[in-house]
């Protein structure tokens, strides 16, 4: 496109407002600001830089005291609004603060281990951004862990996740910067496909979480915070409990929820502060189809980076007798169908050996970091992920897309339900 013809607009916000928009085009927008002071989601804008936003973007910048912005592009229905929920926001994340100075001194004392919890499209990753954003700002270094199994922010579909957190999201991704990332192989979108083998992953989350406060004194004194999964009745309320009882927390902030706010408040006492706050007016419900395009775009990005920093995956042949593909997980025999006497095992979280063939095309796999099969490969974190491109039975080889060159490092693949197909 002409640069000529790209409009541009100058947007003046006063204070406590916020500037919304969305990219739905092919070509990015960029923002800049061009003076007084400004935010998005927790990251704050510095002056006169340029920022560009593709397609998907959902993007608020919100001002304390007033600025003026810039921007140039097709945003879809720009607008300012008045009704921010950035103020509550504010105040969740001073109560944290208060709370991280109370135990800094004290050796034996973990800051807050705050869960984010609330049904699907109310803005909860967004919170997370926004608290983990502040909290570095005022250098912390908290923990973000991640269990929304369908749109984990930290990794691929169909895991979940922890990173330490030691500066705000970058702007444009809304990403942190990956250092050292905790991630554990699932192995579904959806938490009800395995419900045992879900507990048993946040537990192990849990435990290393733990440790990493025993060993490293300003993560221990910064804390955690919990992004959860947008399924809060049955099943989905059983997992938030479970997963504030395995993180120990004390803090659990309910997004838009009063019903889901009075049940948490029964189930977990006063040992817990739950918290109820709103949701903002900007939040846009998602389709099914939009959450799928999202996952494979999540898997993309995996392999091929951004427009901003591309990355350069490779694409090598290993043999059937190279590597060892294993599924978490097999169908649970009723009792009634048991031999006598027979005993029944653990089966959401059995070992199951794959064949290798056709079934494996696209297919989105764990590299476990277990030395073999004897390890527990249930609760053993990934290394990374691959995708199985193509499946010669001639050559008994499967030629595999992975973001480190060959020889992989370890030879178990756990398989999963998340299928992408390579375009590129």
Same mark, same amino acid.
């Given at each position: 496109?002409?640069?000529?013809?790209?409009? @541009?607009?100058?947007?003046?916000?006063?204070?406590?407002?916020?500037?919304?928009?969305?990219?739905?085009?092919?070509? %990015?927008?960029?923002?800049?600001?061009?003076?007084?002071?400004?935010?998005?989601?927790?990251?704050?804008?510095?002056?006169?830089?340029?920022?560009?936003?593709?397609?998907?973007?959902?993007?608020?910048?919100?001002?304390?005291?007033?600025?003026?912005?810039?921007?140039?592009?097709?945003?879809? /229905?720009?607008?300012?609004?008045?009704? +921010?929920?950035?103020?509550?926001?504010?105040?969740? /994340?001073?109560?944290?603060?208060?709370?991280?100075?109370?135990?800094?001194?004290?050796?034996?004392?973990?800051?807050? =281990? &705050? &869960?984010?919890?609330?049904?699907?499209?109310?803005?909860? +990753?967004?919170?997370?951004?926004?608290?983990?954003?502040?909290?570095?700002?005022?250098?912390?270094?908290?923990?973000?862990?991640?269990?929304?199994?369908?749109?984990?922010?930290?990794?691929?579909?169909?895991? $979940?996740?922890?990173?330490?957190?030691?500066?705000?999201?970058?702007?444009?991704?809304?990403?942190?910067?990956?250092?050292?990332?905790?991630?554990?192989?699932?192995?579904?979108?959806?938490?009800?496909?395995?419900?045992?083998?879900?507990?048993?992953?946040?537990?192990?989350?849990? =435990?290393?979480?733990?440790?990493? *406060?025993?060993? *490293?004194?300003?993560?221990?004194?910064?804390?955690?915070?919990?992004?959860?999964?947008?399924?809060?009745?049955?099943?989905?309320?059983?997992?938030?409990?479970?997963? &504030?009882?395995? *993180?120990?927390?004390?803090?659990?902030?309910?997004?838009?929820?009063?019903?889901?706010?009075?049940?948490?408040?029964?189930?977990?006492?006063?040992? @817990?502060?739950? $918290?109820?706050?709103?949701?903002?007016?900007?939040?846009?419900? =998602?389709?099914?189809?939009?959450?799928?395009?999202?996952?494979?775009?999540?898997?993309?990005?995996?392999?091929?980076?951004?427009?901003?920093?591309?990355?350069?995956? /490779?694409?090598?042949?290993?043999?059937?007798?190279? &590597?060892?593909?294993?599924?978490?997980?097999?169908?649970?025999?009723?009792?009634?169908?048991?031999?006598?006497?027979?005993?029944?095992?653990?089966?959401? +979280?059995?070992?199951?050996?794959?064949?290798?063939?056709?079934?494996?095309? /696209?297919? @989105?796999?764990?590299?476990?970091?277990?030395?073999?099969?004897?390890?527990?490969?249930?609760?053993?974190?990934?290394?990374?992920?691959?995708?199985? +491109?193509?499946?010669?039975?001639?050559?008994?080889?499967?030629?595999?897309?992975?973001?480190?060159?060959? %020889?992989?490092?370890?030879?178990?693949?756990?398989?999963?339900?998340?299928?992408?197909?390579?375009?590129?």
């Amino acid at each position: 496109m002409d640069a000529s013809t790209i409009p @541009v607009a100058e947007w003046s916000l006063s204070a406590q407002t916020e500037l919304r928009f969305e990219v739905e085009d092919t070509d %990015p927008v960029t923002l800049k600001l061009l003076d007084g002071t400004a935010e998005i989601f927790g990251t704050e804008l510095p002056p006169s830089q340029q920022f560009s936003f593709a397609d998907g973007a959902k993007v608020a910048v919100f001002t304390w005291h007033g600025c003026r912005v810039q921007l140039r592009g097709r945003p879809l /229905h720009p607008y300012v609004s008045t009704d +921010t929920p950035m103020v509550a926001y504010l105040n969740a /994340h001073a109560a944290l603060e208060k709370m991280r100075e109370s135990v800094e001194r004290a050796r034996d004392l973990v800051g807050p =281990r &705050v &869960v984010i919890v609330g049904s699907k499209d109310v803005g909860k +990753t967004t919170l997370c951004r926004i608290l983990l954003g502040y909290a570095t700002r005022w250098g912390r270094q908290p923990v973000y862990v991640d269990l929304d199994c369908g749109q984990n922010s930290i990794s691929v579909p169909g895991c $979940v996740a922890a990173l330490p957190v030691d500066r705000p999201a970058d702007v444009e991704e809304g990403t942190f910067a990956l250092r050292a990332p905790l991630v554990f192989h699932y192995g579904s979108a959806s938490p009800s496909e395995n419900s045992d083998l879900y507990l048993a992953l946040i537990s192990e989350l849990a =435990r290393v979480v733990r440790r990493r *406060f025993g060993t *490293f004194a300003e993560c221990r004194a910064s804390g955690c915070v919990v992004n959860t999964c947008g399924w809060i009745d049955g099943f989905g309320f059983k997992a938030i409990v479970h997963a &504030v009882m395995e *993180f120990d927390a004390n803090v659990v902030l309910v997004l838009d929820q009063e019903r889901l706010f009075s049940q948490l408040k029964t189930s977990l006492g006063s040992s @817990v502060q739950v $918290v109820l706050l709103p949701k903002s007016g900007g939040v846009v419900s =998602r389709s099914r189809s939009f959450r799928n395009d999202a996952r494979m775009a999540a898997v993309r990005k995996y392999f091929y980076g951004t427009a901003k920093e591309s990355l350069y995956p /490779h694409s090598f042949n290993v043999g059937f007798d190279d &590597v060892l593909v294993f599924k978490i997980g097999q169908p649970r025999v009723p009792d009634s169908c048991l031999p006598l006497d027979a005993k029944k095992d653990d089966s959401a +979280t059995k070992v199951v050996s794959v064949a290798l063939d056709m079934d494996l095309l /696209h297919c @989105v796999c764990g590299l476990s970091l277990a030395s073999g099969p004897s390890e527990d490969l249930a609760r053993t974190n990934v290394a990374g992920f691959v995708v199985v +491109t193509d499946v010669s039975m001639e050559k008994r080889t499967l030629t595999l897309l992975s973001p480190a060159a060959h %020889p992989l490092p370890r030879n178990c693949l756990l398989i999963s339900d998340i299928r992408f197909v390579d375009m590129k």
